[in-house]
């Protein structure tokens, strides 16, 4: 998420913006970065307005106002260079049919790295590879003349882009610097200091013969394009927390074959914290449980392609990612009324999701595959071989290696602490339990949502025999189980199969023998979401002090009552409380706030 918008300035986005675009403001230009690390420094740089820091991340060298620092998460770089690999395989797919290849700095041949396929007992992890598109192309190249198309410049036949939310517009910026094969950019805000903002980041890169600043509602952008049957090829909505205001306008305004890129970050309610909400927004009830993150991007999927049904289009999940504090698909757009009919059959057959420990019923989620691997293979093998392009190359790498190994028609997982948990035993290593599955016949990945993950299509009661087969040689204290305990009745009956624990070579994936990098650590401290921006600039610090208070609340119990005056009373905040200053809790934030308000 590049931005949070200003709430202040900006009223709800779903209504309608005004219509007037912002001009660029006069600037001396200055050339880009073309360094990869992001960095954010202060200077007396030409063209720099009192308190304003230039930020570099990618090939982009971004004005940002210093005093409003929420406007740029440098942990969100793995978010726009996942974008710019992802469109860049896409725009080479869509603009091989239209004649044009396009040119990528630093790649050389395409390697294709296989992770899944072992012949004679060895891993084939490299082989050459040249996309069938440009092959087709050269095969009829004495035939038919070929356009290429390279960064940085204007490609009339090209791609239309839109940012629907672009806030200092550092992702568009981006997108023109490293993107080839683009017509286009509409990098739009409602802000009309984020659209000031964006003309003159635009002006700063040299980019403003292919970026456009818009000041305008991000769905009223979306509706009219359709209107005037003036497509975007490629949409990407990264909003402040839920992106269901503006999935009805995507899904119209999108291109036969088009792209739609869409971020979550919204995750304690897709989760399961907040069930109802979450039917509101999405259509779909979330469950609070282990495998919550991948059911989040079920979620949004099952959302994406409901709304696409209303006007006889579907989709094709290209990339679903579950990374950090957010969610974000990459999906096709298409249109046929077969299709649509066919997924209404799927809906019915496989659309509830159940969690029987704890009794409840969520849903309905998309149940198909949520990834192309052949797509997401051509997006691996165009950063194994050009690992210098960003900066955040080794994890991307990490990330789709595990993709490419899941196993694509089963929906959701168990955790493994979780089940050892349950019945009270130490737990078996990933490559025991793994191995017990295949040794039982069935098949077993990890997933990239969860580190402790298991996906298999072995039944649950196998899993159980398993866990009951680990706990005779690893006994828990049956003496200390209620009677009444889920351990207690899960260990009380006898396995019916017989697990064998020996380590199988097919058990370790070969994205954990390459020691890829799959699951990073927090790379800072607080280094989630960020505060909505405010009128003004500057941040709020009652984010960061609400968190600070209730940092382990639950772990150190308040024993003193007084001690409760330091958190809010949710009765006065309802108007209902009647204890006046009797109330044991403080009455006092709320009123701090009702007078900042007025």
Not at 32 to 38: A, R, V
Not at 100 to 107: A, C, H, K, Q, V
Not at 342 to 352: G, I, Q, T, Y
Request: proline fraction near 5%; aromatic fraction near 6%.
């Amino acid at each position: 998420m590049d931005s949070k918008k200003e709430p202040e300035e900006s009223p709800d986005t779903t209504s309608a913006g005004a219509d007037s675009t912002t001009t660029a403001v006069p600037i001396e230009e200055t050339k880009p970065s073309s360094s990869t690390e992001s960095s954010q420094t202060s200077s007396t740089e030409p063209g720099l307005l009192p308190g304003e820091t230039v930020v570099r991340e990618g090939k982009a060298a971004i004005l940002f106002p210093s005093a409003n620092e929420v406007f740029y998460n440098p942990v969100q770089e793995f978010n726009r260079d996942l974008t710019c690999s992802v469109i860049t395989e896409f725009a080479r797919e869509q603009l091989a049919q239209r004649g044009i290849r396009i040119l990528i700095p630093g790649e050389k041949d395409r390697v294709v790295v296989q992770l899944s396929e072992e012949k004679n007992g060895k891993v084939d992890q490299e082989t050459s590879e040249q996309p069938e598109n440009e092959q087709q192309m050269e095969e009829e190249g004495d035939k038919k003349e070929f356009i290429t198309a390279s960064v940085g410049e204007r490609c009339e036949q090209g791609l239309r882009v839109l940012e629907g939310l672009a806030a200092s517009g550092l992702r568009s910026v981006r997108f023109a610097l490293e993107l080839p094969g683009l017509k286009s950019i509409t990098a739009n805000d409602y802000s009309a200091k984020a659209a000031a903002l964006i003309a003159r980041n635009a002006q700063h890169n040299n980019v403003s013969h292919i970026l456009q600043a818009s000041q305008r509602d991000a769905s009223m952008v979306m509706y009219e394009a359709r209107g005037r049957k003036e497509l975007y090829d490629v949409i990407d909505l990264d909003p402040y927390g839920s992106p269901s205001p503006f999935l009805d306008a995507a899904v119209q305004a999108v291109s036969e074959g088009g792209l739609l890129c869409i971020t979550c970050t919204d995750m304690a309610v897709m989760a399961g914290n907040s069930g109802e909400t979450c039917y509101s927004k999405y259509g779909s009830v979330s469950i609070k449980s282990k495998y919550c993150h991948e059911m989040a991007l079920r979620i949004i999927l099952h959302s994406l392609d409901q709304r696409a049904a209303v006007y006889q289009r579907y989709i094709e999940p290209l990339l679903s990612v579950s990374v950090d504090f957010y969610i974000r698909v990459f999906v096709r757009v298409k249109t046929g009324q077969v299709v649509v009919k066919n997924s209404a059959r799927l809906f019915f057959n496989k659309s509830v999701s159940a969690d029987i420990e704890h009794k409840s019923l969520g849903g309905p989620i998309w149940a198909e595959p949520i990834h192309d691997i052949t797509f997401v293979q051509k997006v691996l093998s165009a950063i194994s071989g050009n690992p210098t392009r960003f900066r955040t190359s080794k994890r991307i790498e990490g990330v789709l290696s595990m993709v490419t190994e899941e196993l694509q028609d089963i929906p959701l997982y168990y955790v493994l602490d979780h089940l050892s948990s349950t019945v009270h035993c130490n737990t078996p290593s990933m490559l025991q339990f793994r191995s017990a599955l295949l040794h039982a016949g069935y098949r077993v990945s990890l997933s990239h949502a969860c580190k402790n993950a298991v996906k298999t299509d072995a039944p649950a009661e196998v899993l159980w025999n398993i866990i009951r087969c680990w706990e005779k040689s690893n006994p828990v204290k049956r003496e200390r189980l209620s009677e009444t305990s889920p351990a207690h009745r899960i260990l009380s009956k006898e396995p019916t199969l017989q697990a064998c624990f020996e380590i199988r070579e097919d058990a370790n994936p070969q994205s954990r023998k390459r020691h890829l990098t799959r699951f990073q650590e927090n790379p800072q401290a607080n280094w989630g979401p960020k505060a909505r921006a405010k009128a003004g600039g500057g941040i709020s610090s009652e984010l960061e002090d609400k968190r600070k208070q209730f940092q382990g609340k639950r772990k150190k119990p308040i024993t003193d009552s007084s001690q409760l005056k330091s958190f809010p009373c949710k009765k006065f905040r309802k108007g209902t409380c009647t204890y006046g200053d009797k109330c044991c809790y403080s009455h006092e934030h709320e009123q701090e706030t009702e007078e900042k308000m007025d």
